[in-house]
């Protein structure tokens, strides 16, 4: 996946279809050659970094000031990228998770990012989950 094509501060009008859904796909678990599917980027785990991320998004969007609230909350958005890590290392996630969140979370410079941001991984999830169904 290209993950240039996740831009978040120029809404491009296939952000939260083709784009969501090509990211959904570079992080879903694929079978190796036994047939056997990876251990890492179950949806439990995906939606425990989408859940804080929204977090977040709710404590900015309910502030008085937006702008101040998400210079409050912008060092502990930007920390999830060590979490995302952190569960790298446990073997939770795997690499392609990590590129596609990091990507998604290194745009976050505003509440309006952080709104796109949240959507856009929401879409991801949807698709994600989708592709585990078949």
Do not use: C
């Not at 998004?57 to 060092?75: L, T």
């Not at 979490?83 to 979370?105: E, L, M």
């Amino acid at each position: 996946m290209n993950l240039k094509r996740i831009e978040l501060n120029t809404l491009q009008a296939d952000i939260f279809s083709d784009v969501a859904k090509e990211a959904a796909e570079h992080i879903s678990p694929r079978a190796n050659d036994r047939g056997r599917v990876a251990d890492v980027n179950k949806s439990t785990q995906l939606r425990k970094f989408y859940d804080e991320l929204a977090m977040w998004h709710d404590k900015v969007f309910q502030a008085a000031s937006r702008g101040e609230a998400y210079q409050n909350a912008a060092p502990f958005i930007q920390m999830l990228k060590a979490k995302a890590a952190y569960s790298q290392g446990r073997g939770h996630v795997d690499g392609n998770f990590v590129a596609v969140f990091n990507q998604i979370i290194s745009q976050i410079n505003s509440a309006d990012t952080l709104k796109n941001a949240k959507l856009f991984f929401e879409a991801v999830l949807g698709f994600r989950k989708a592709n585990e169904q078949k």
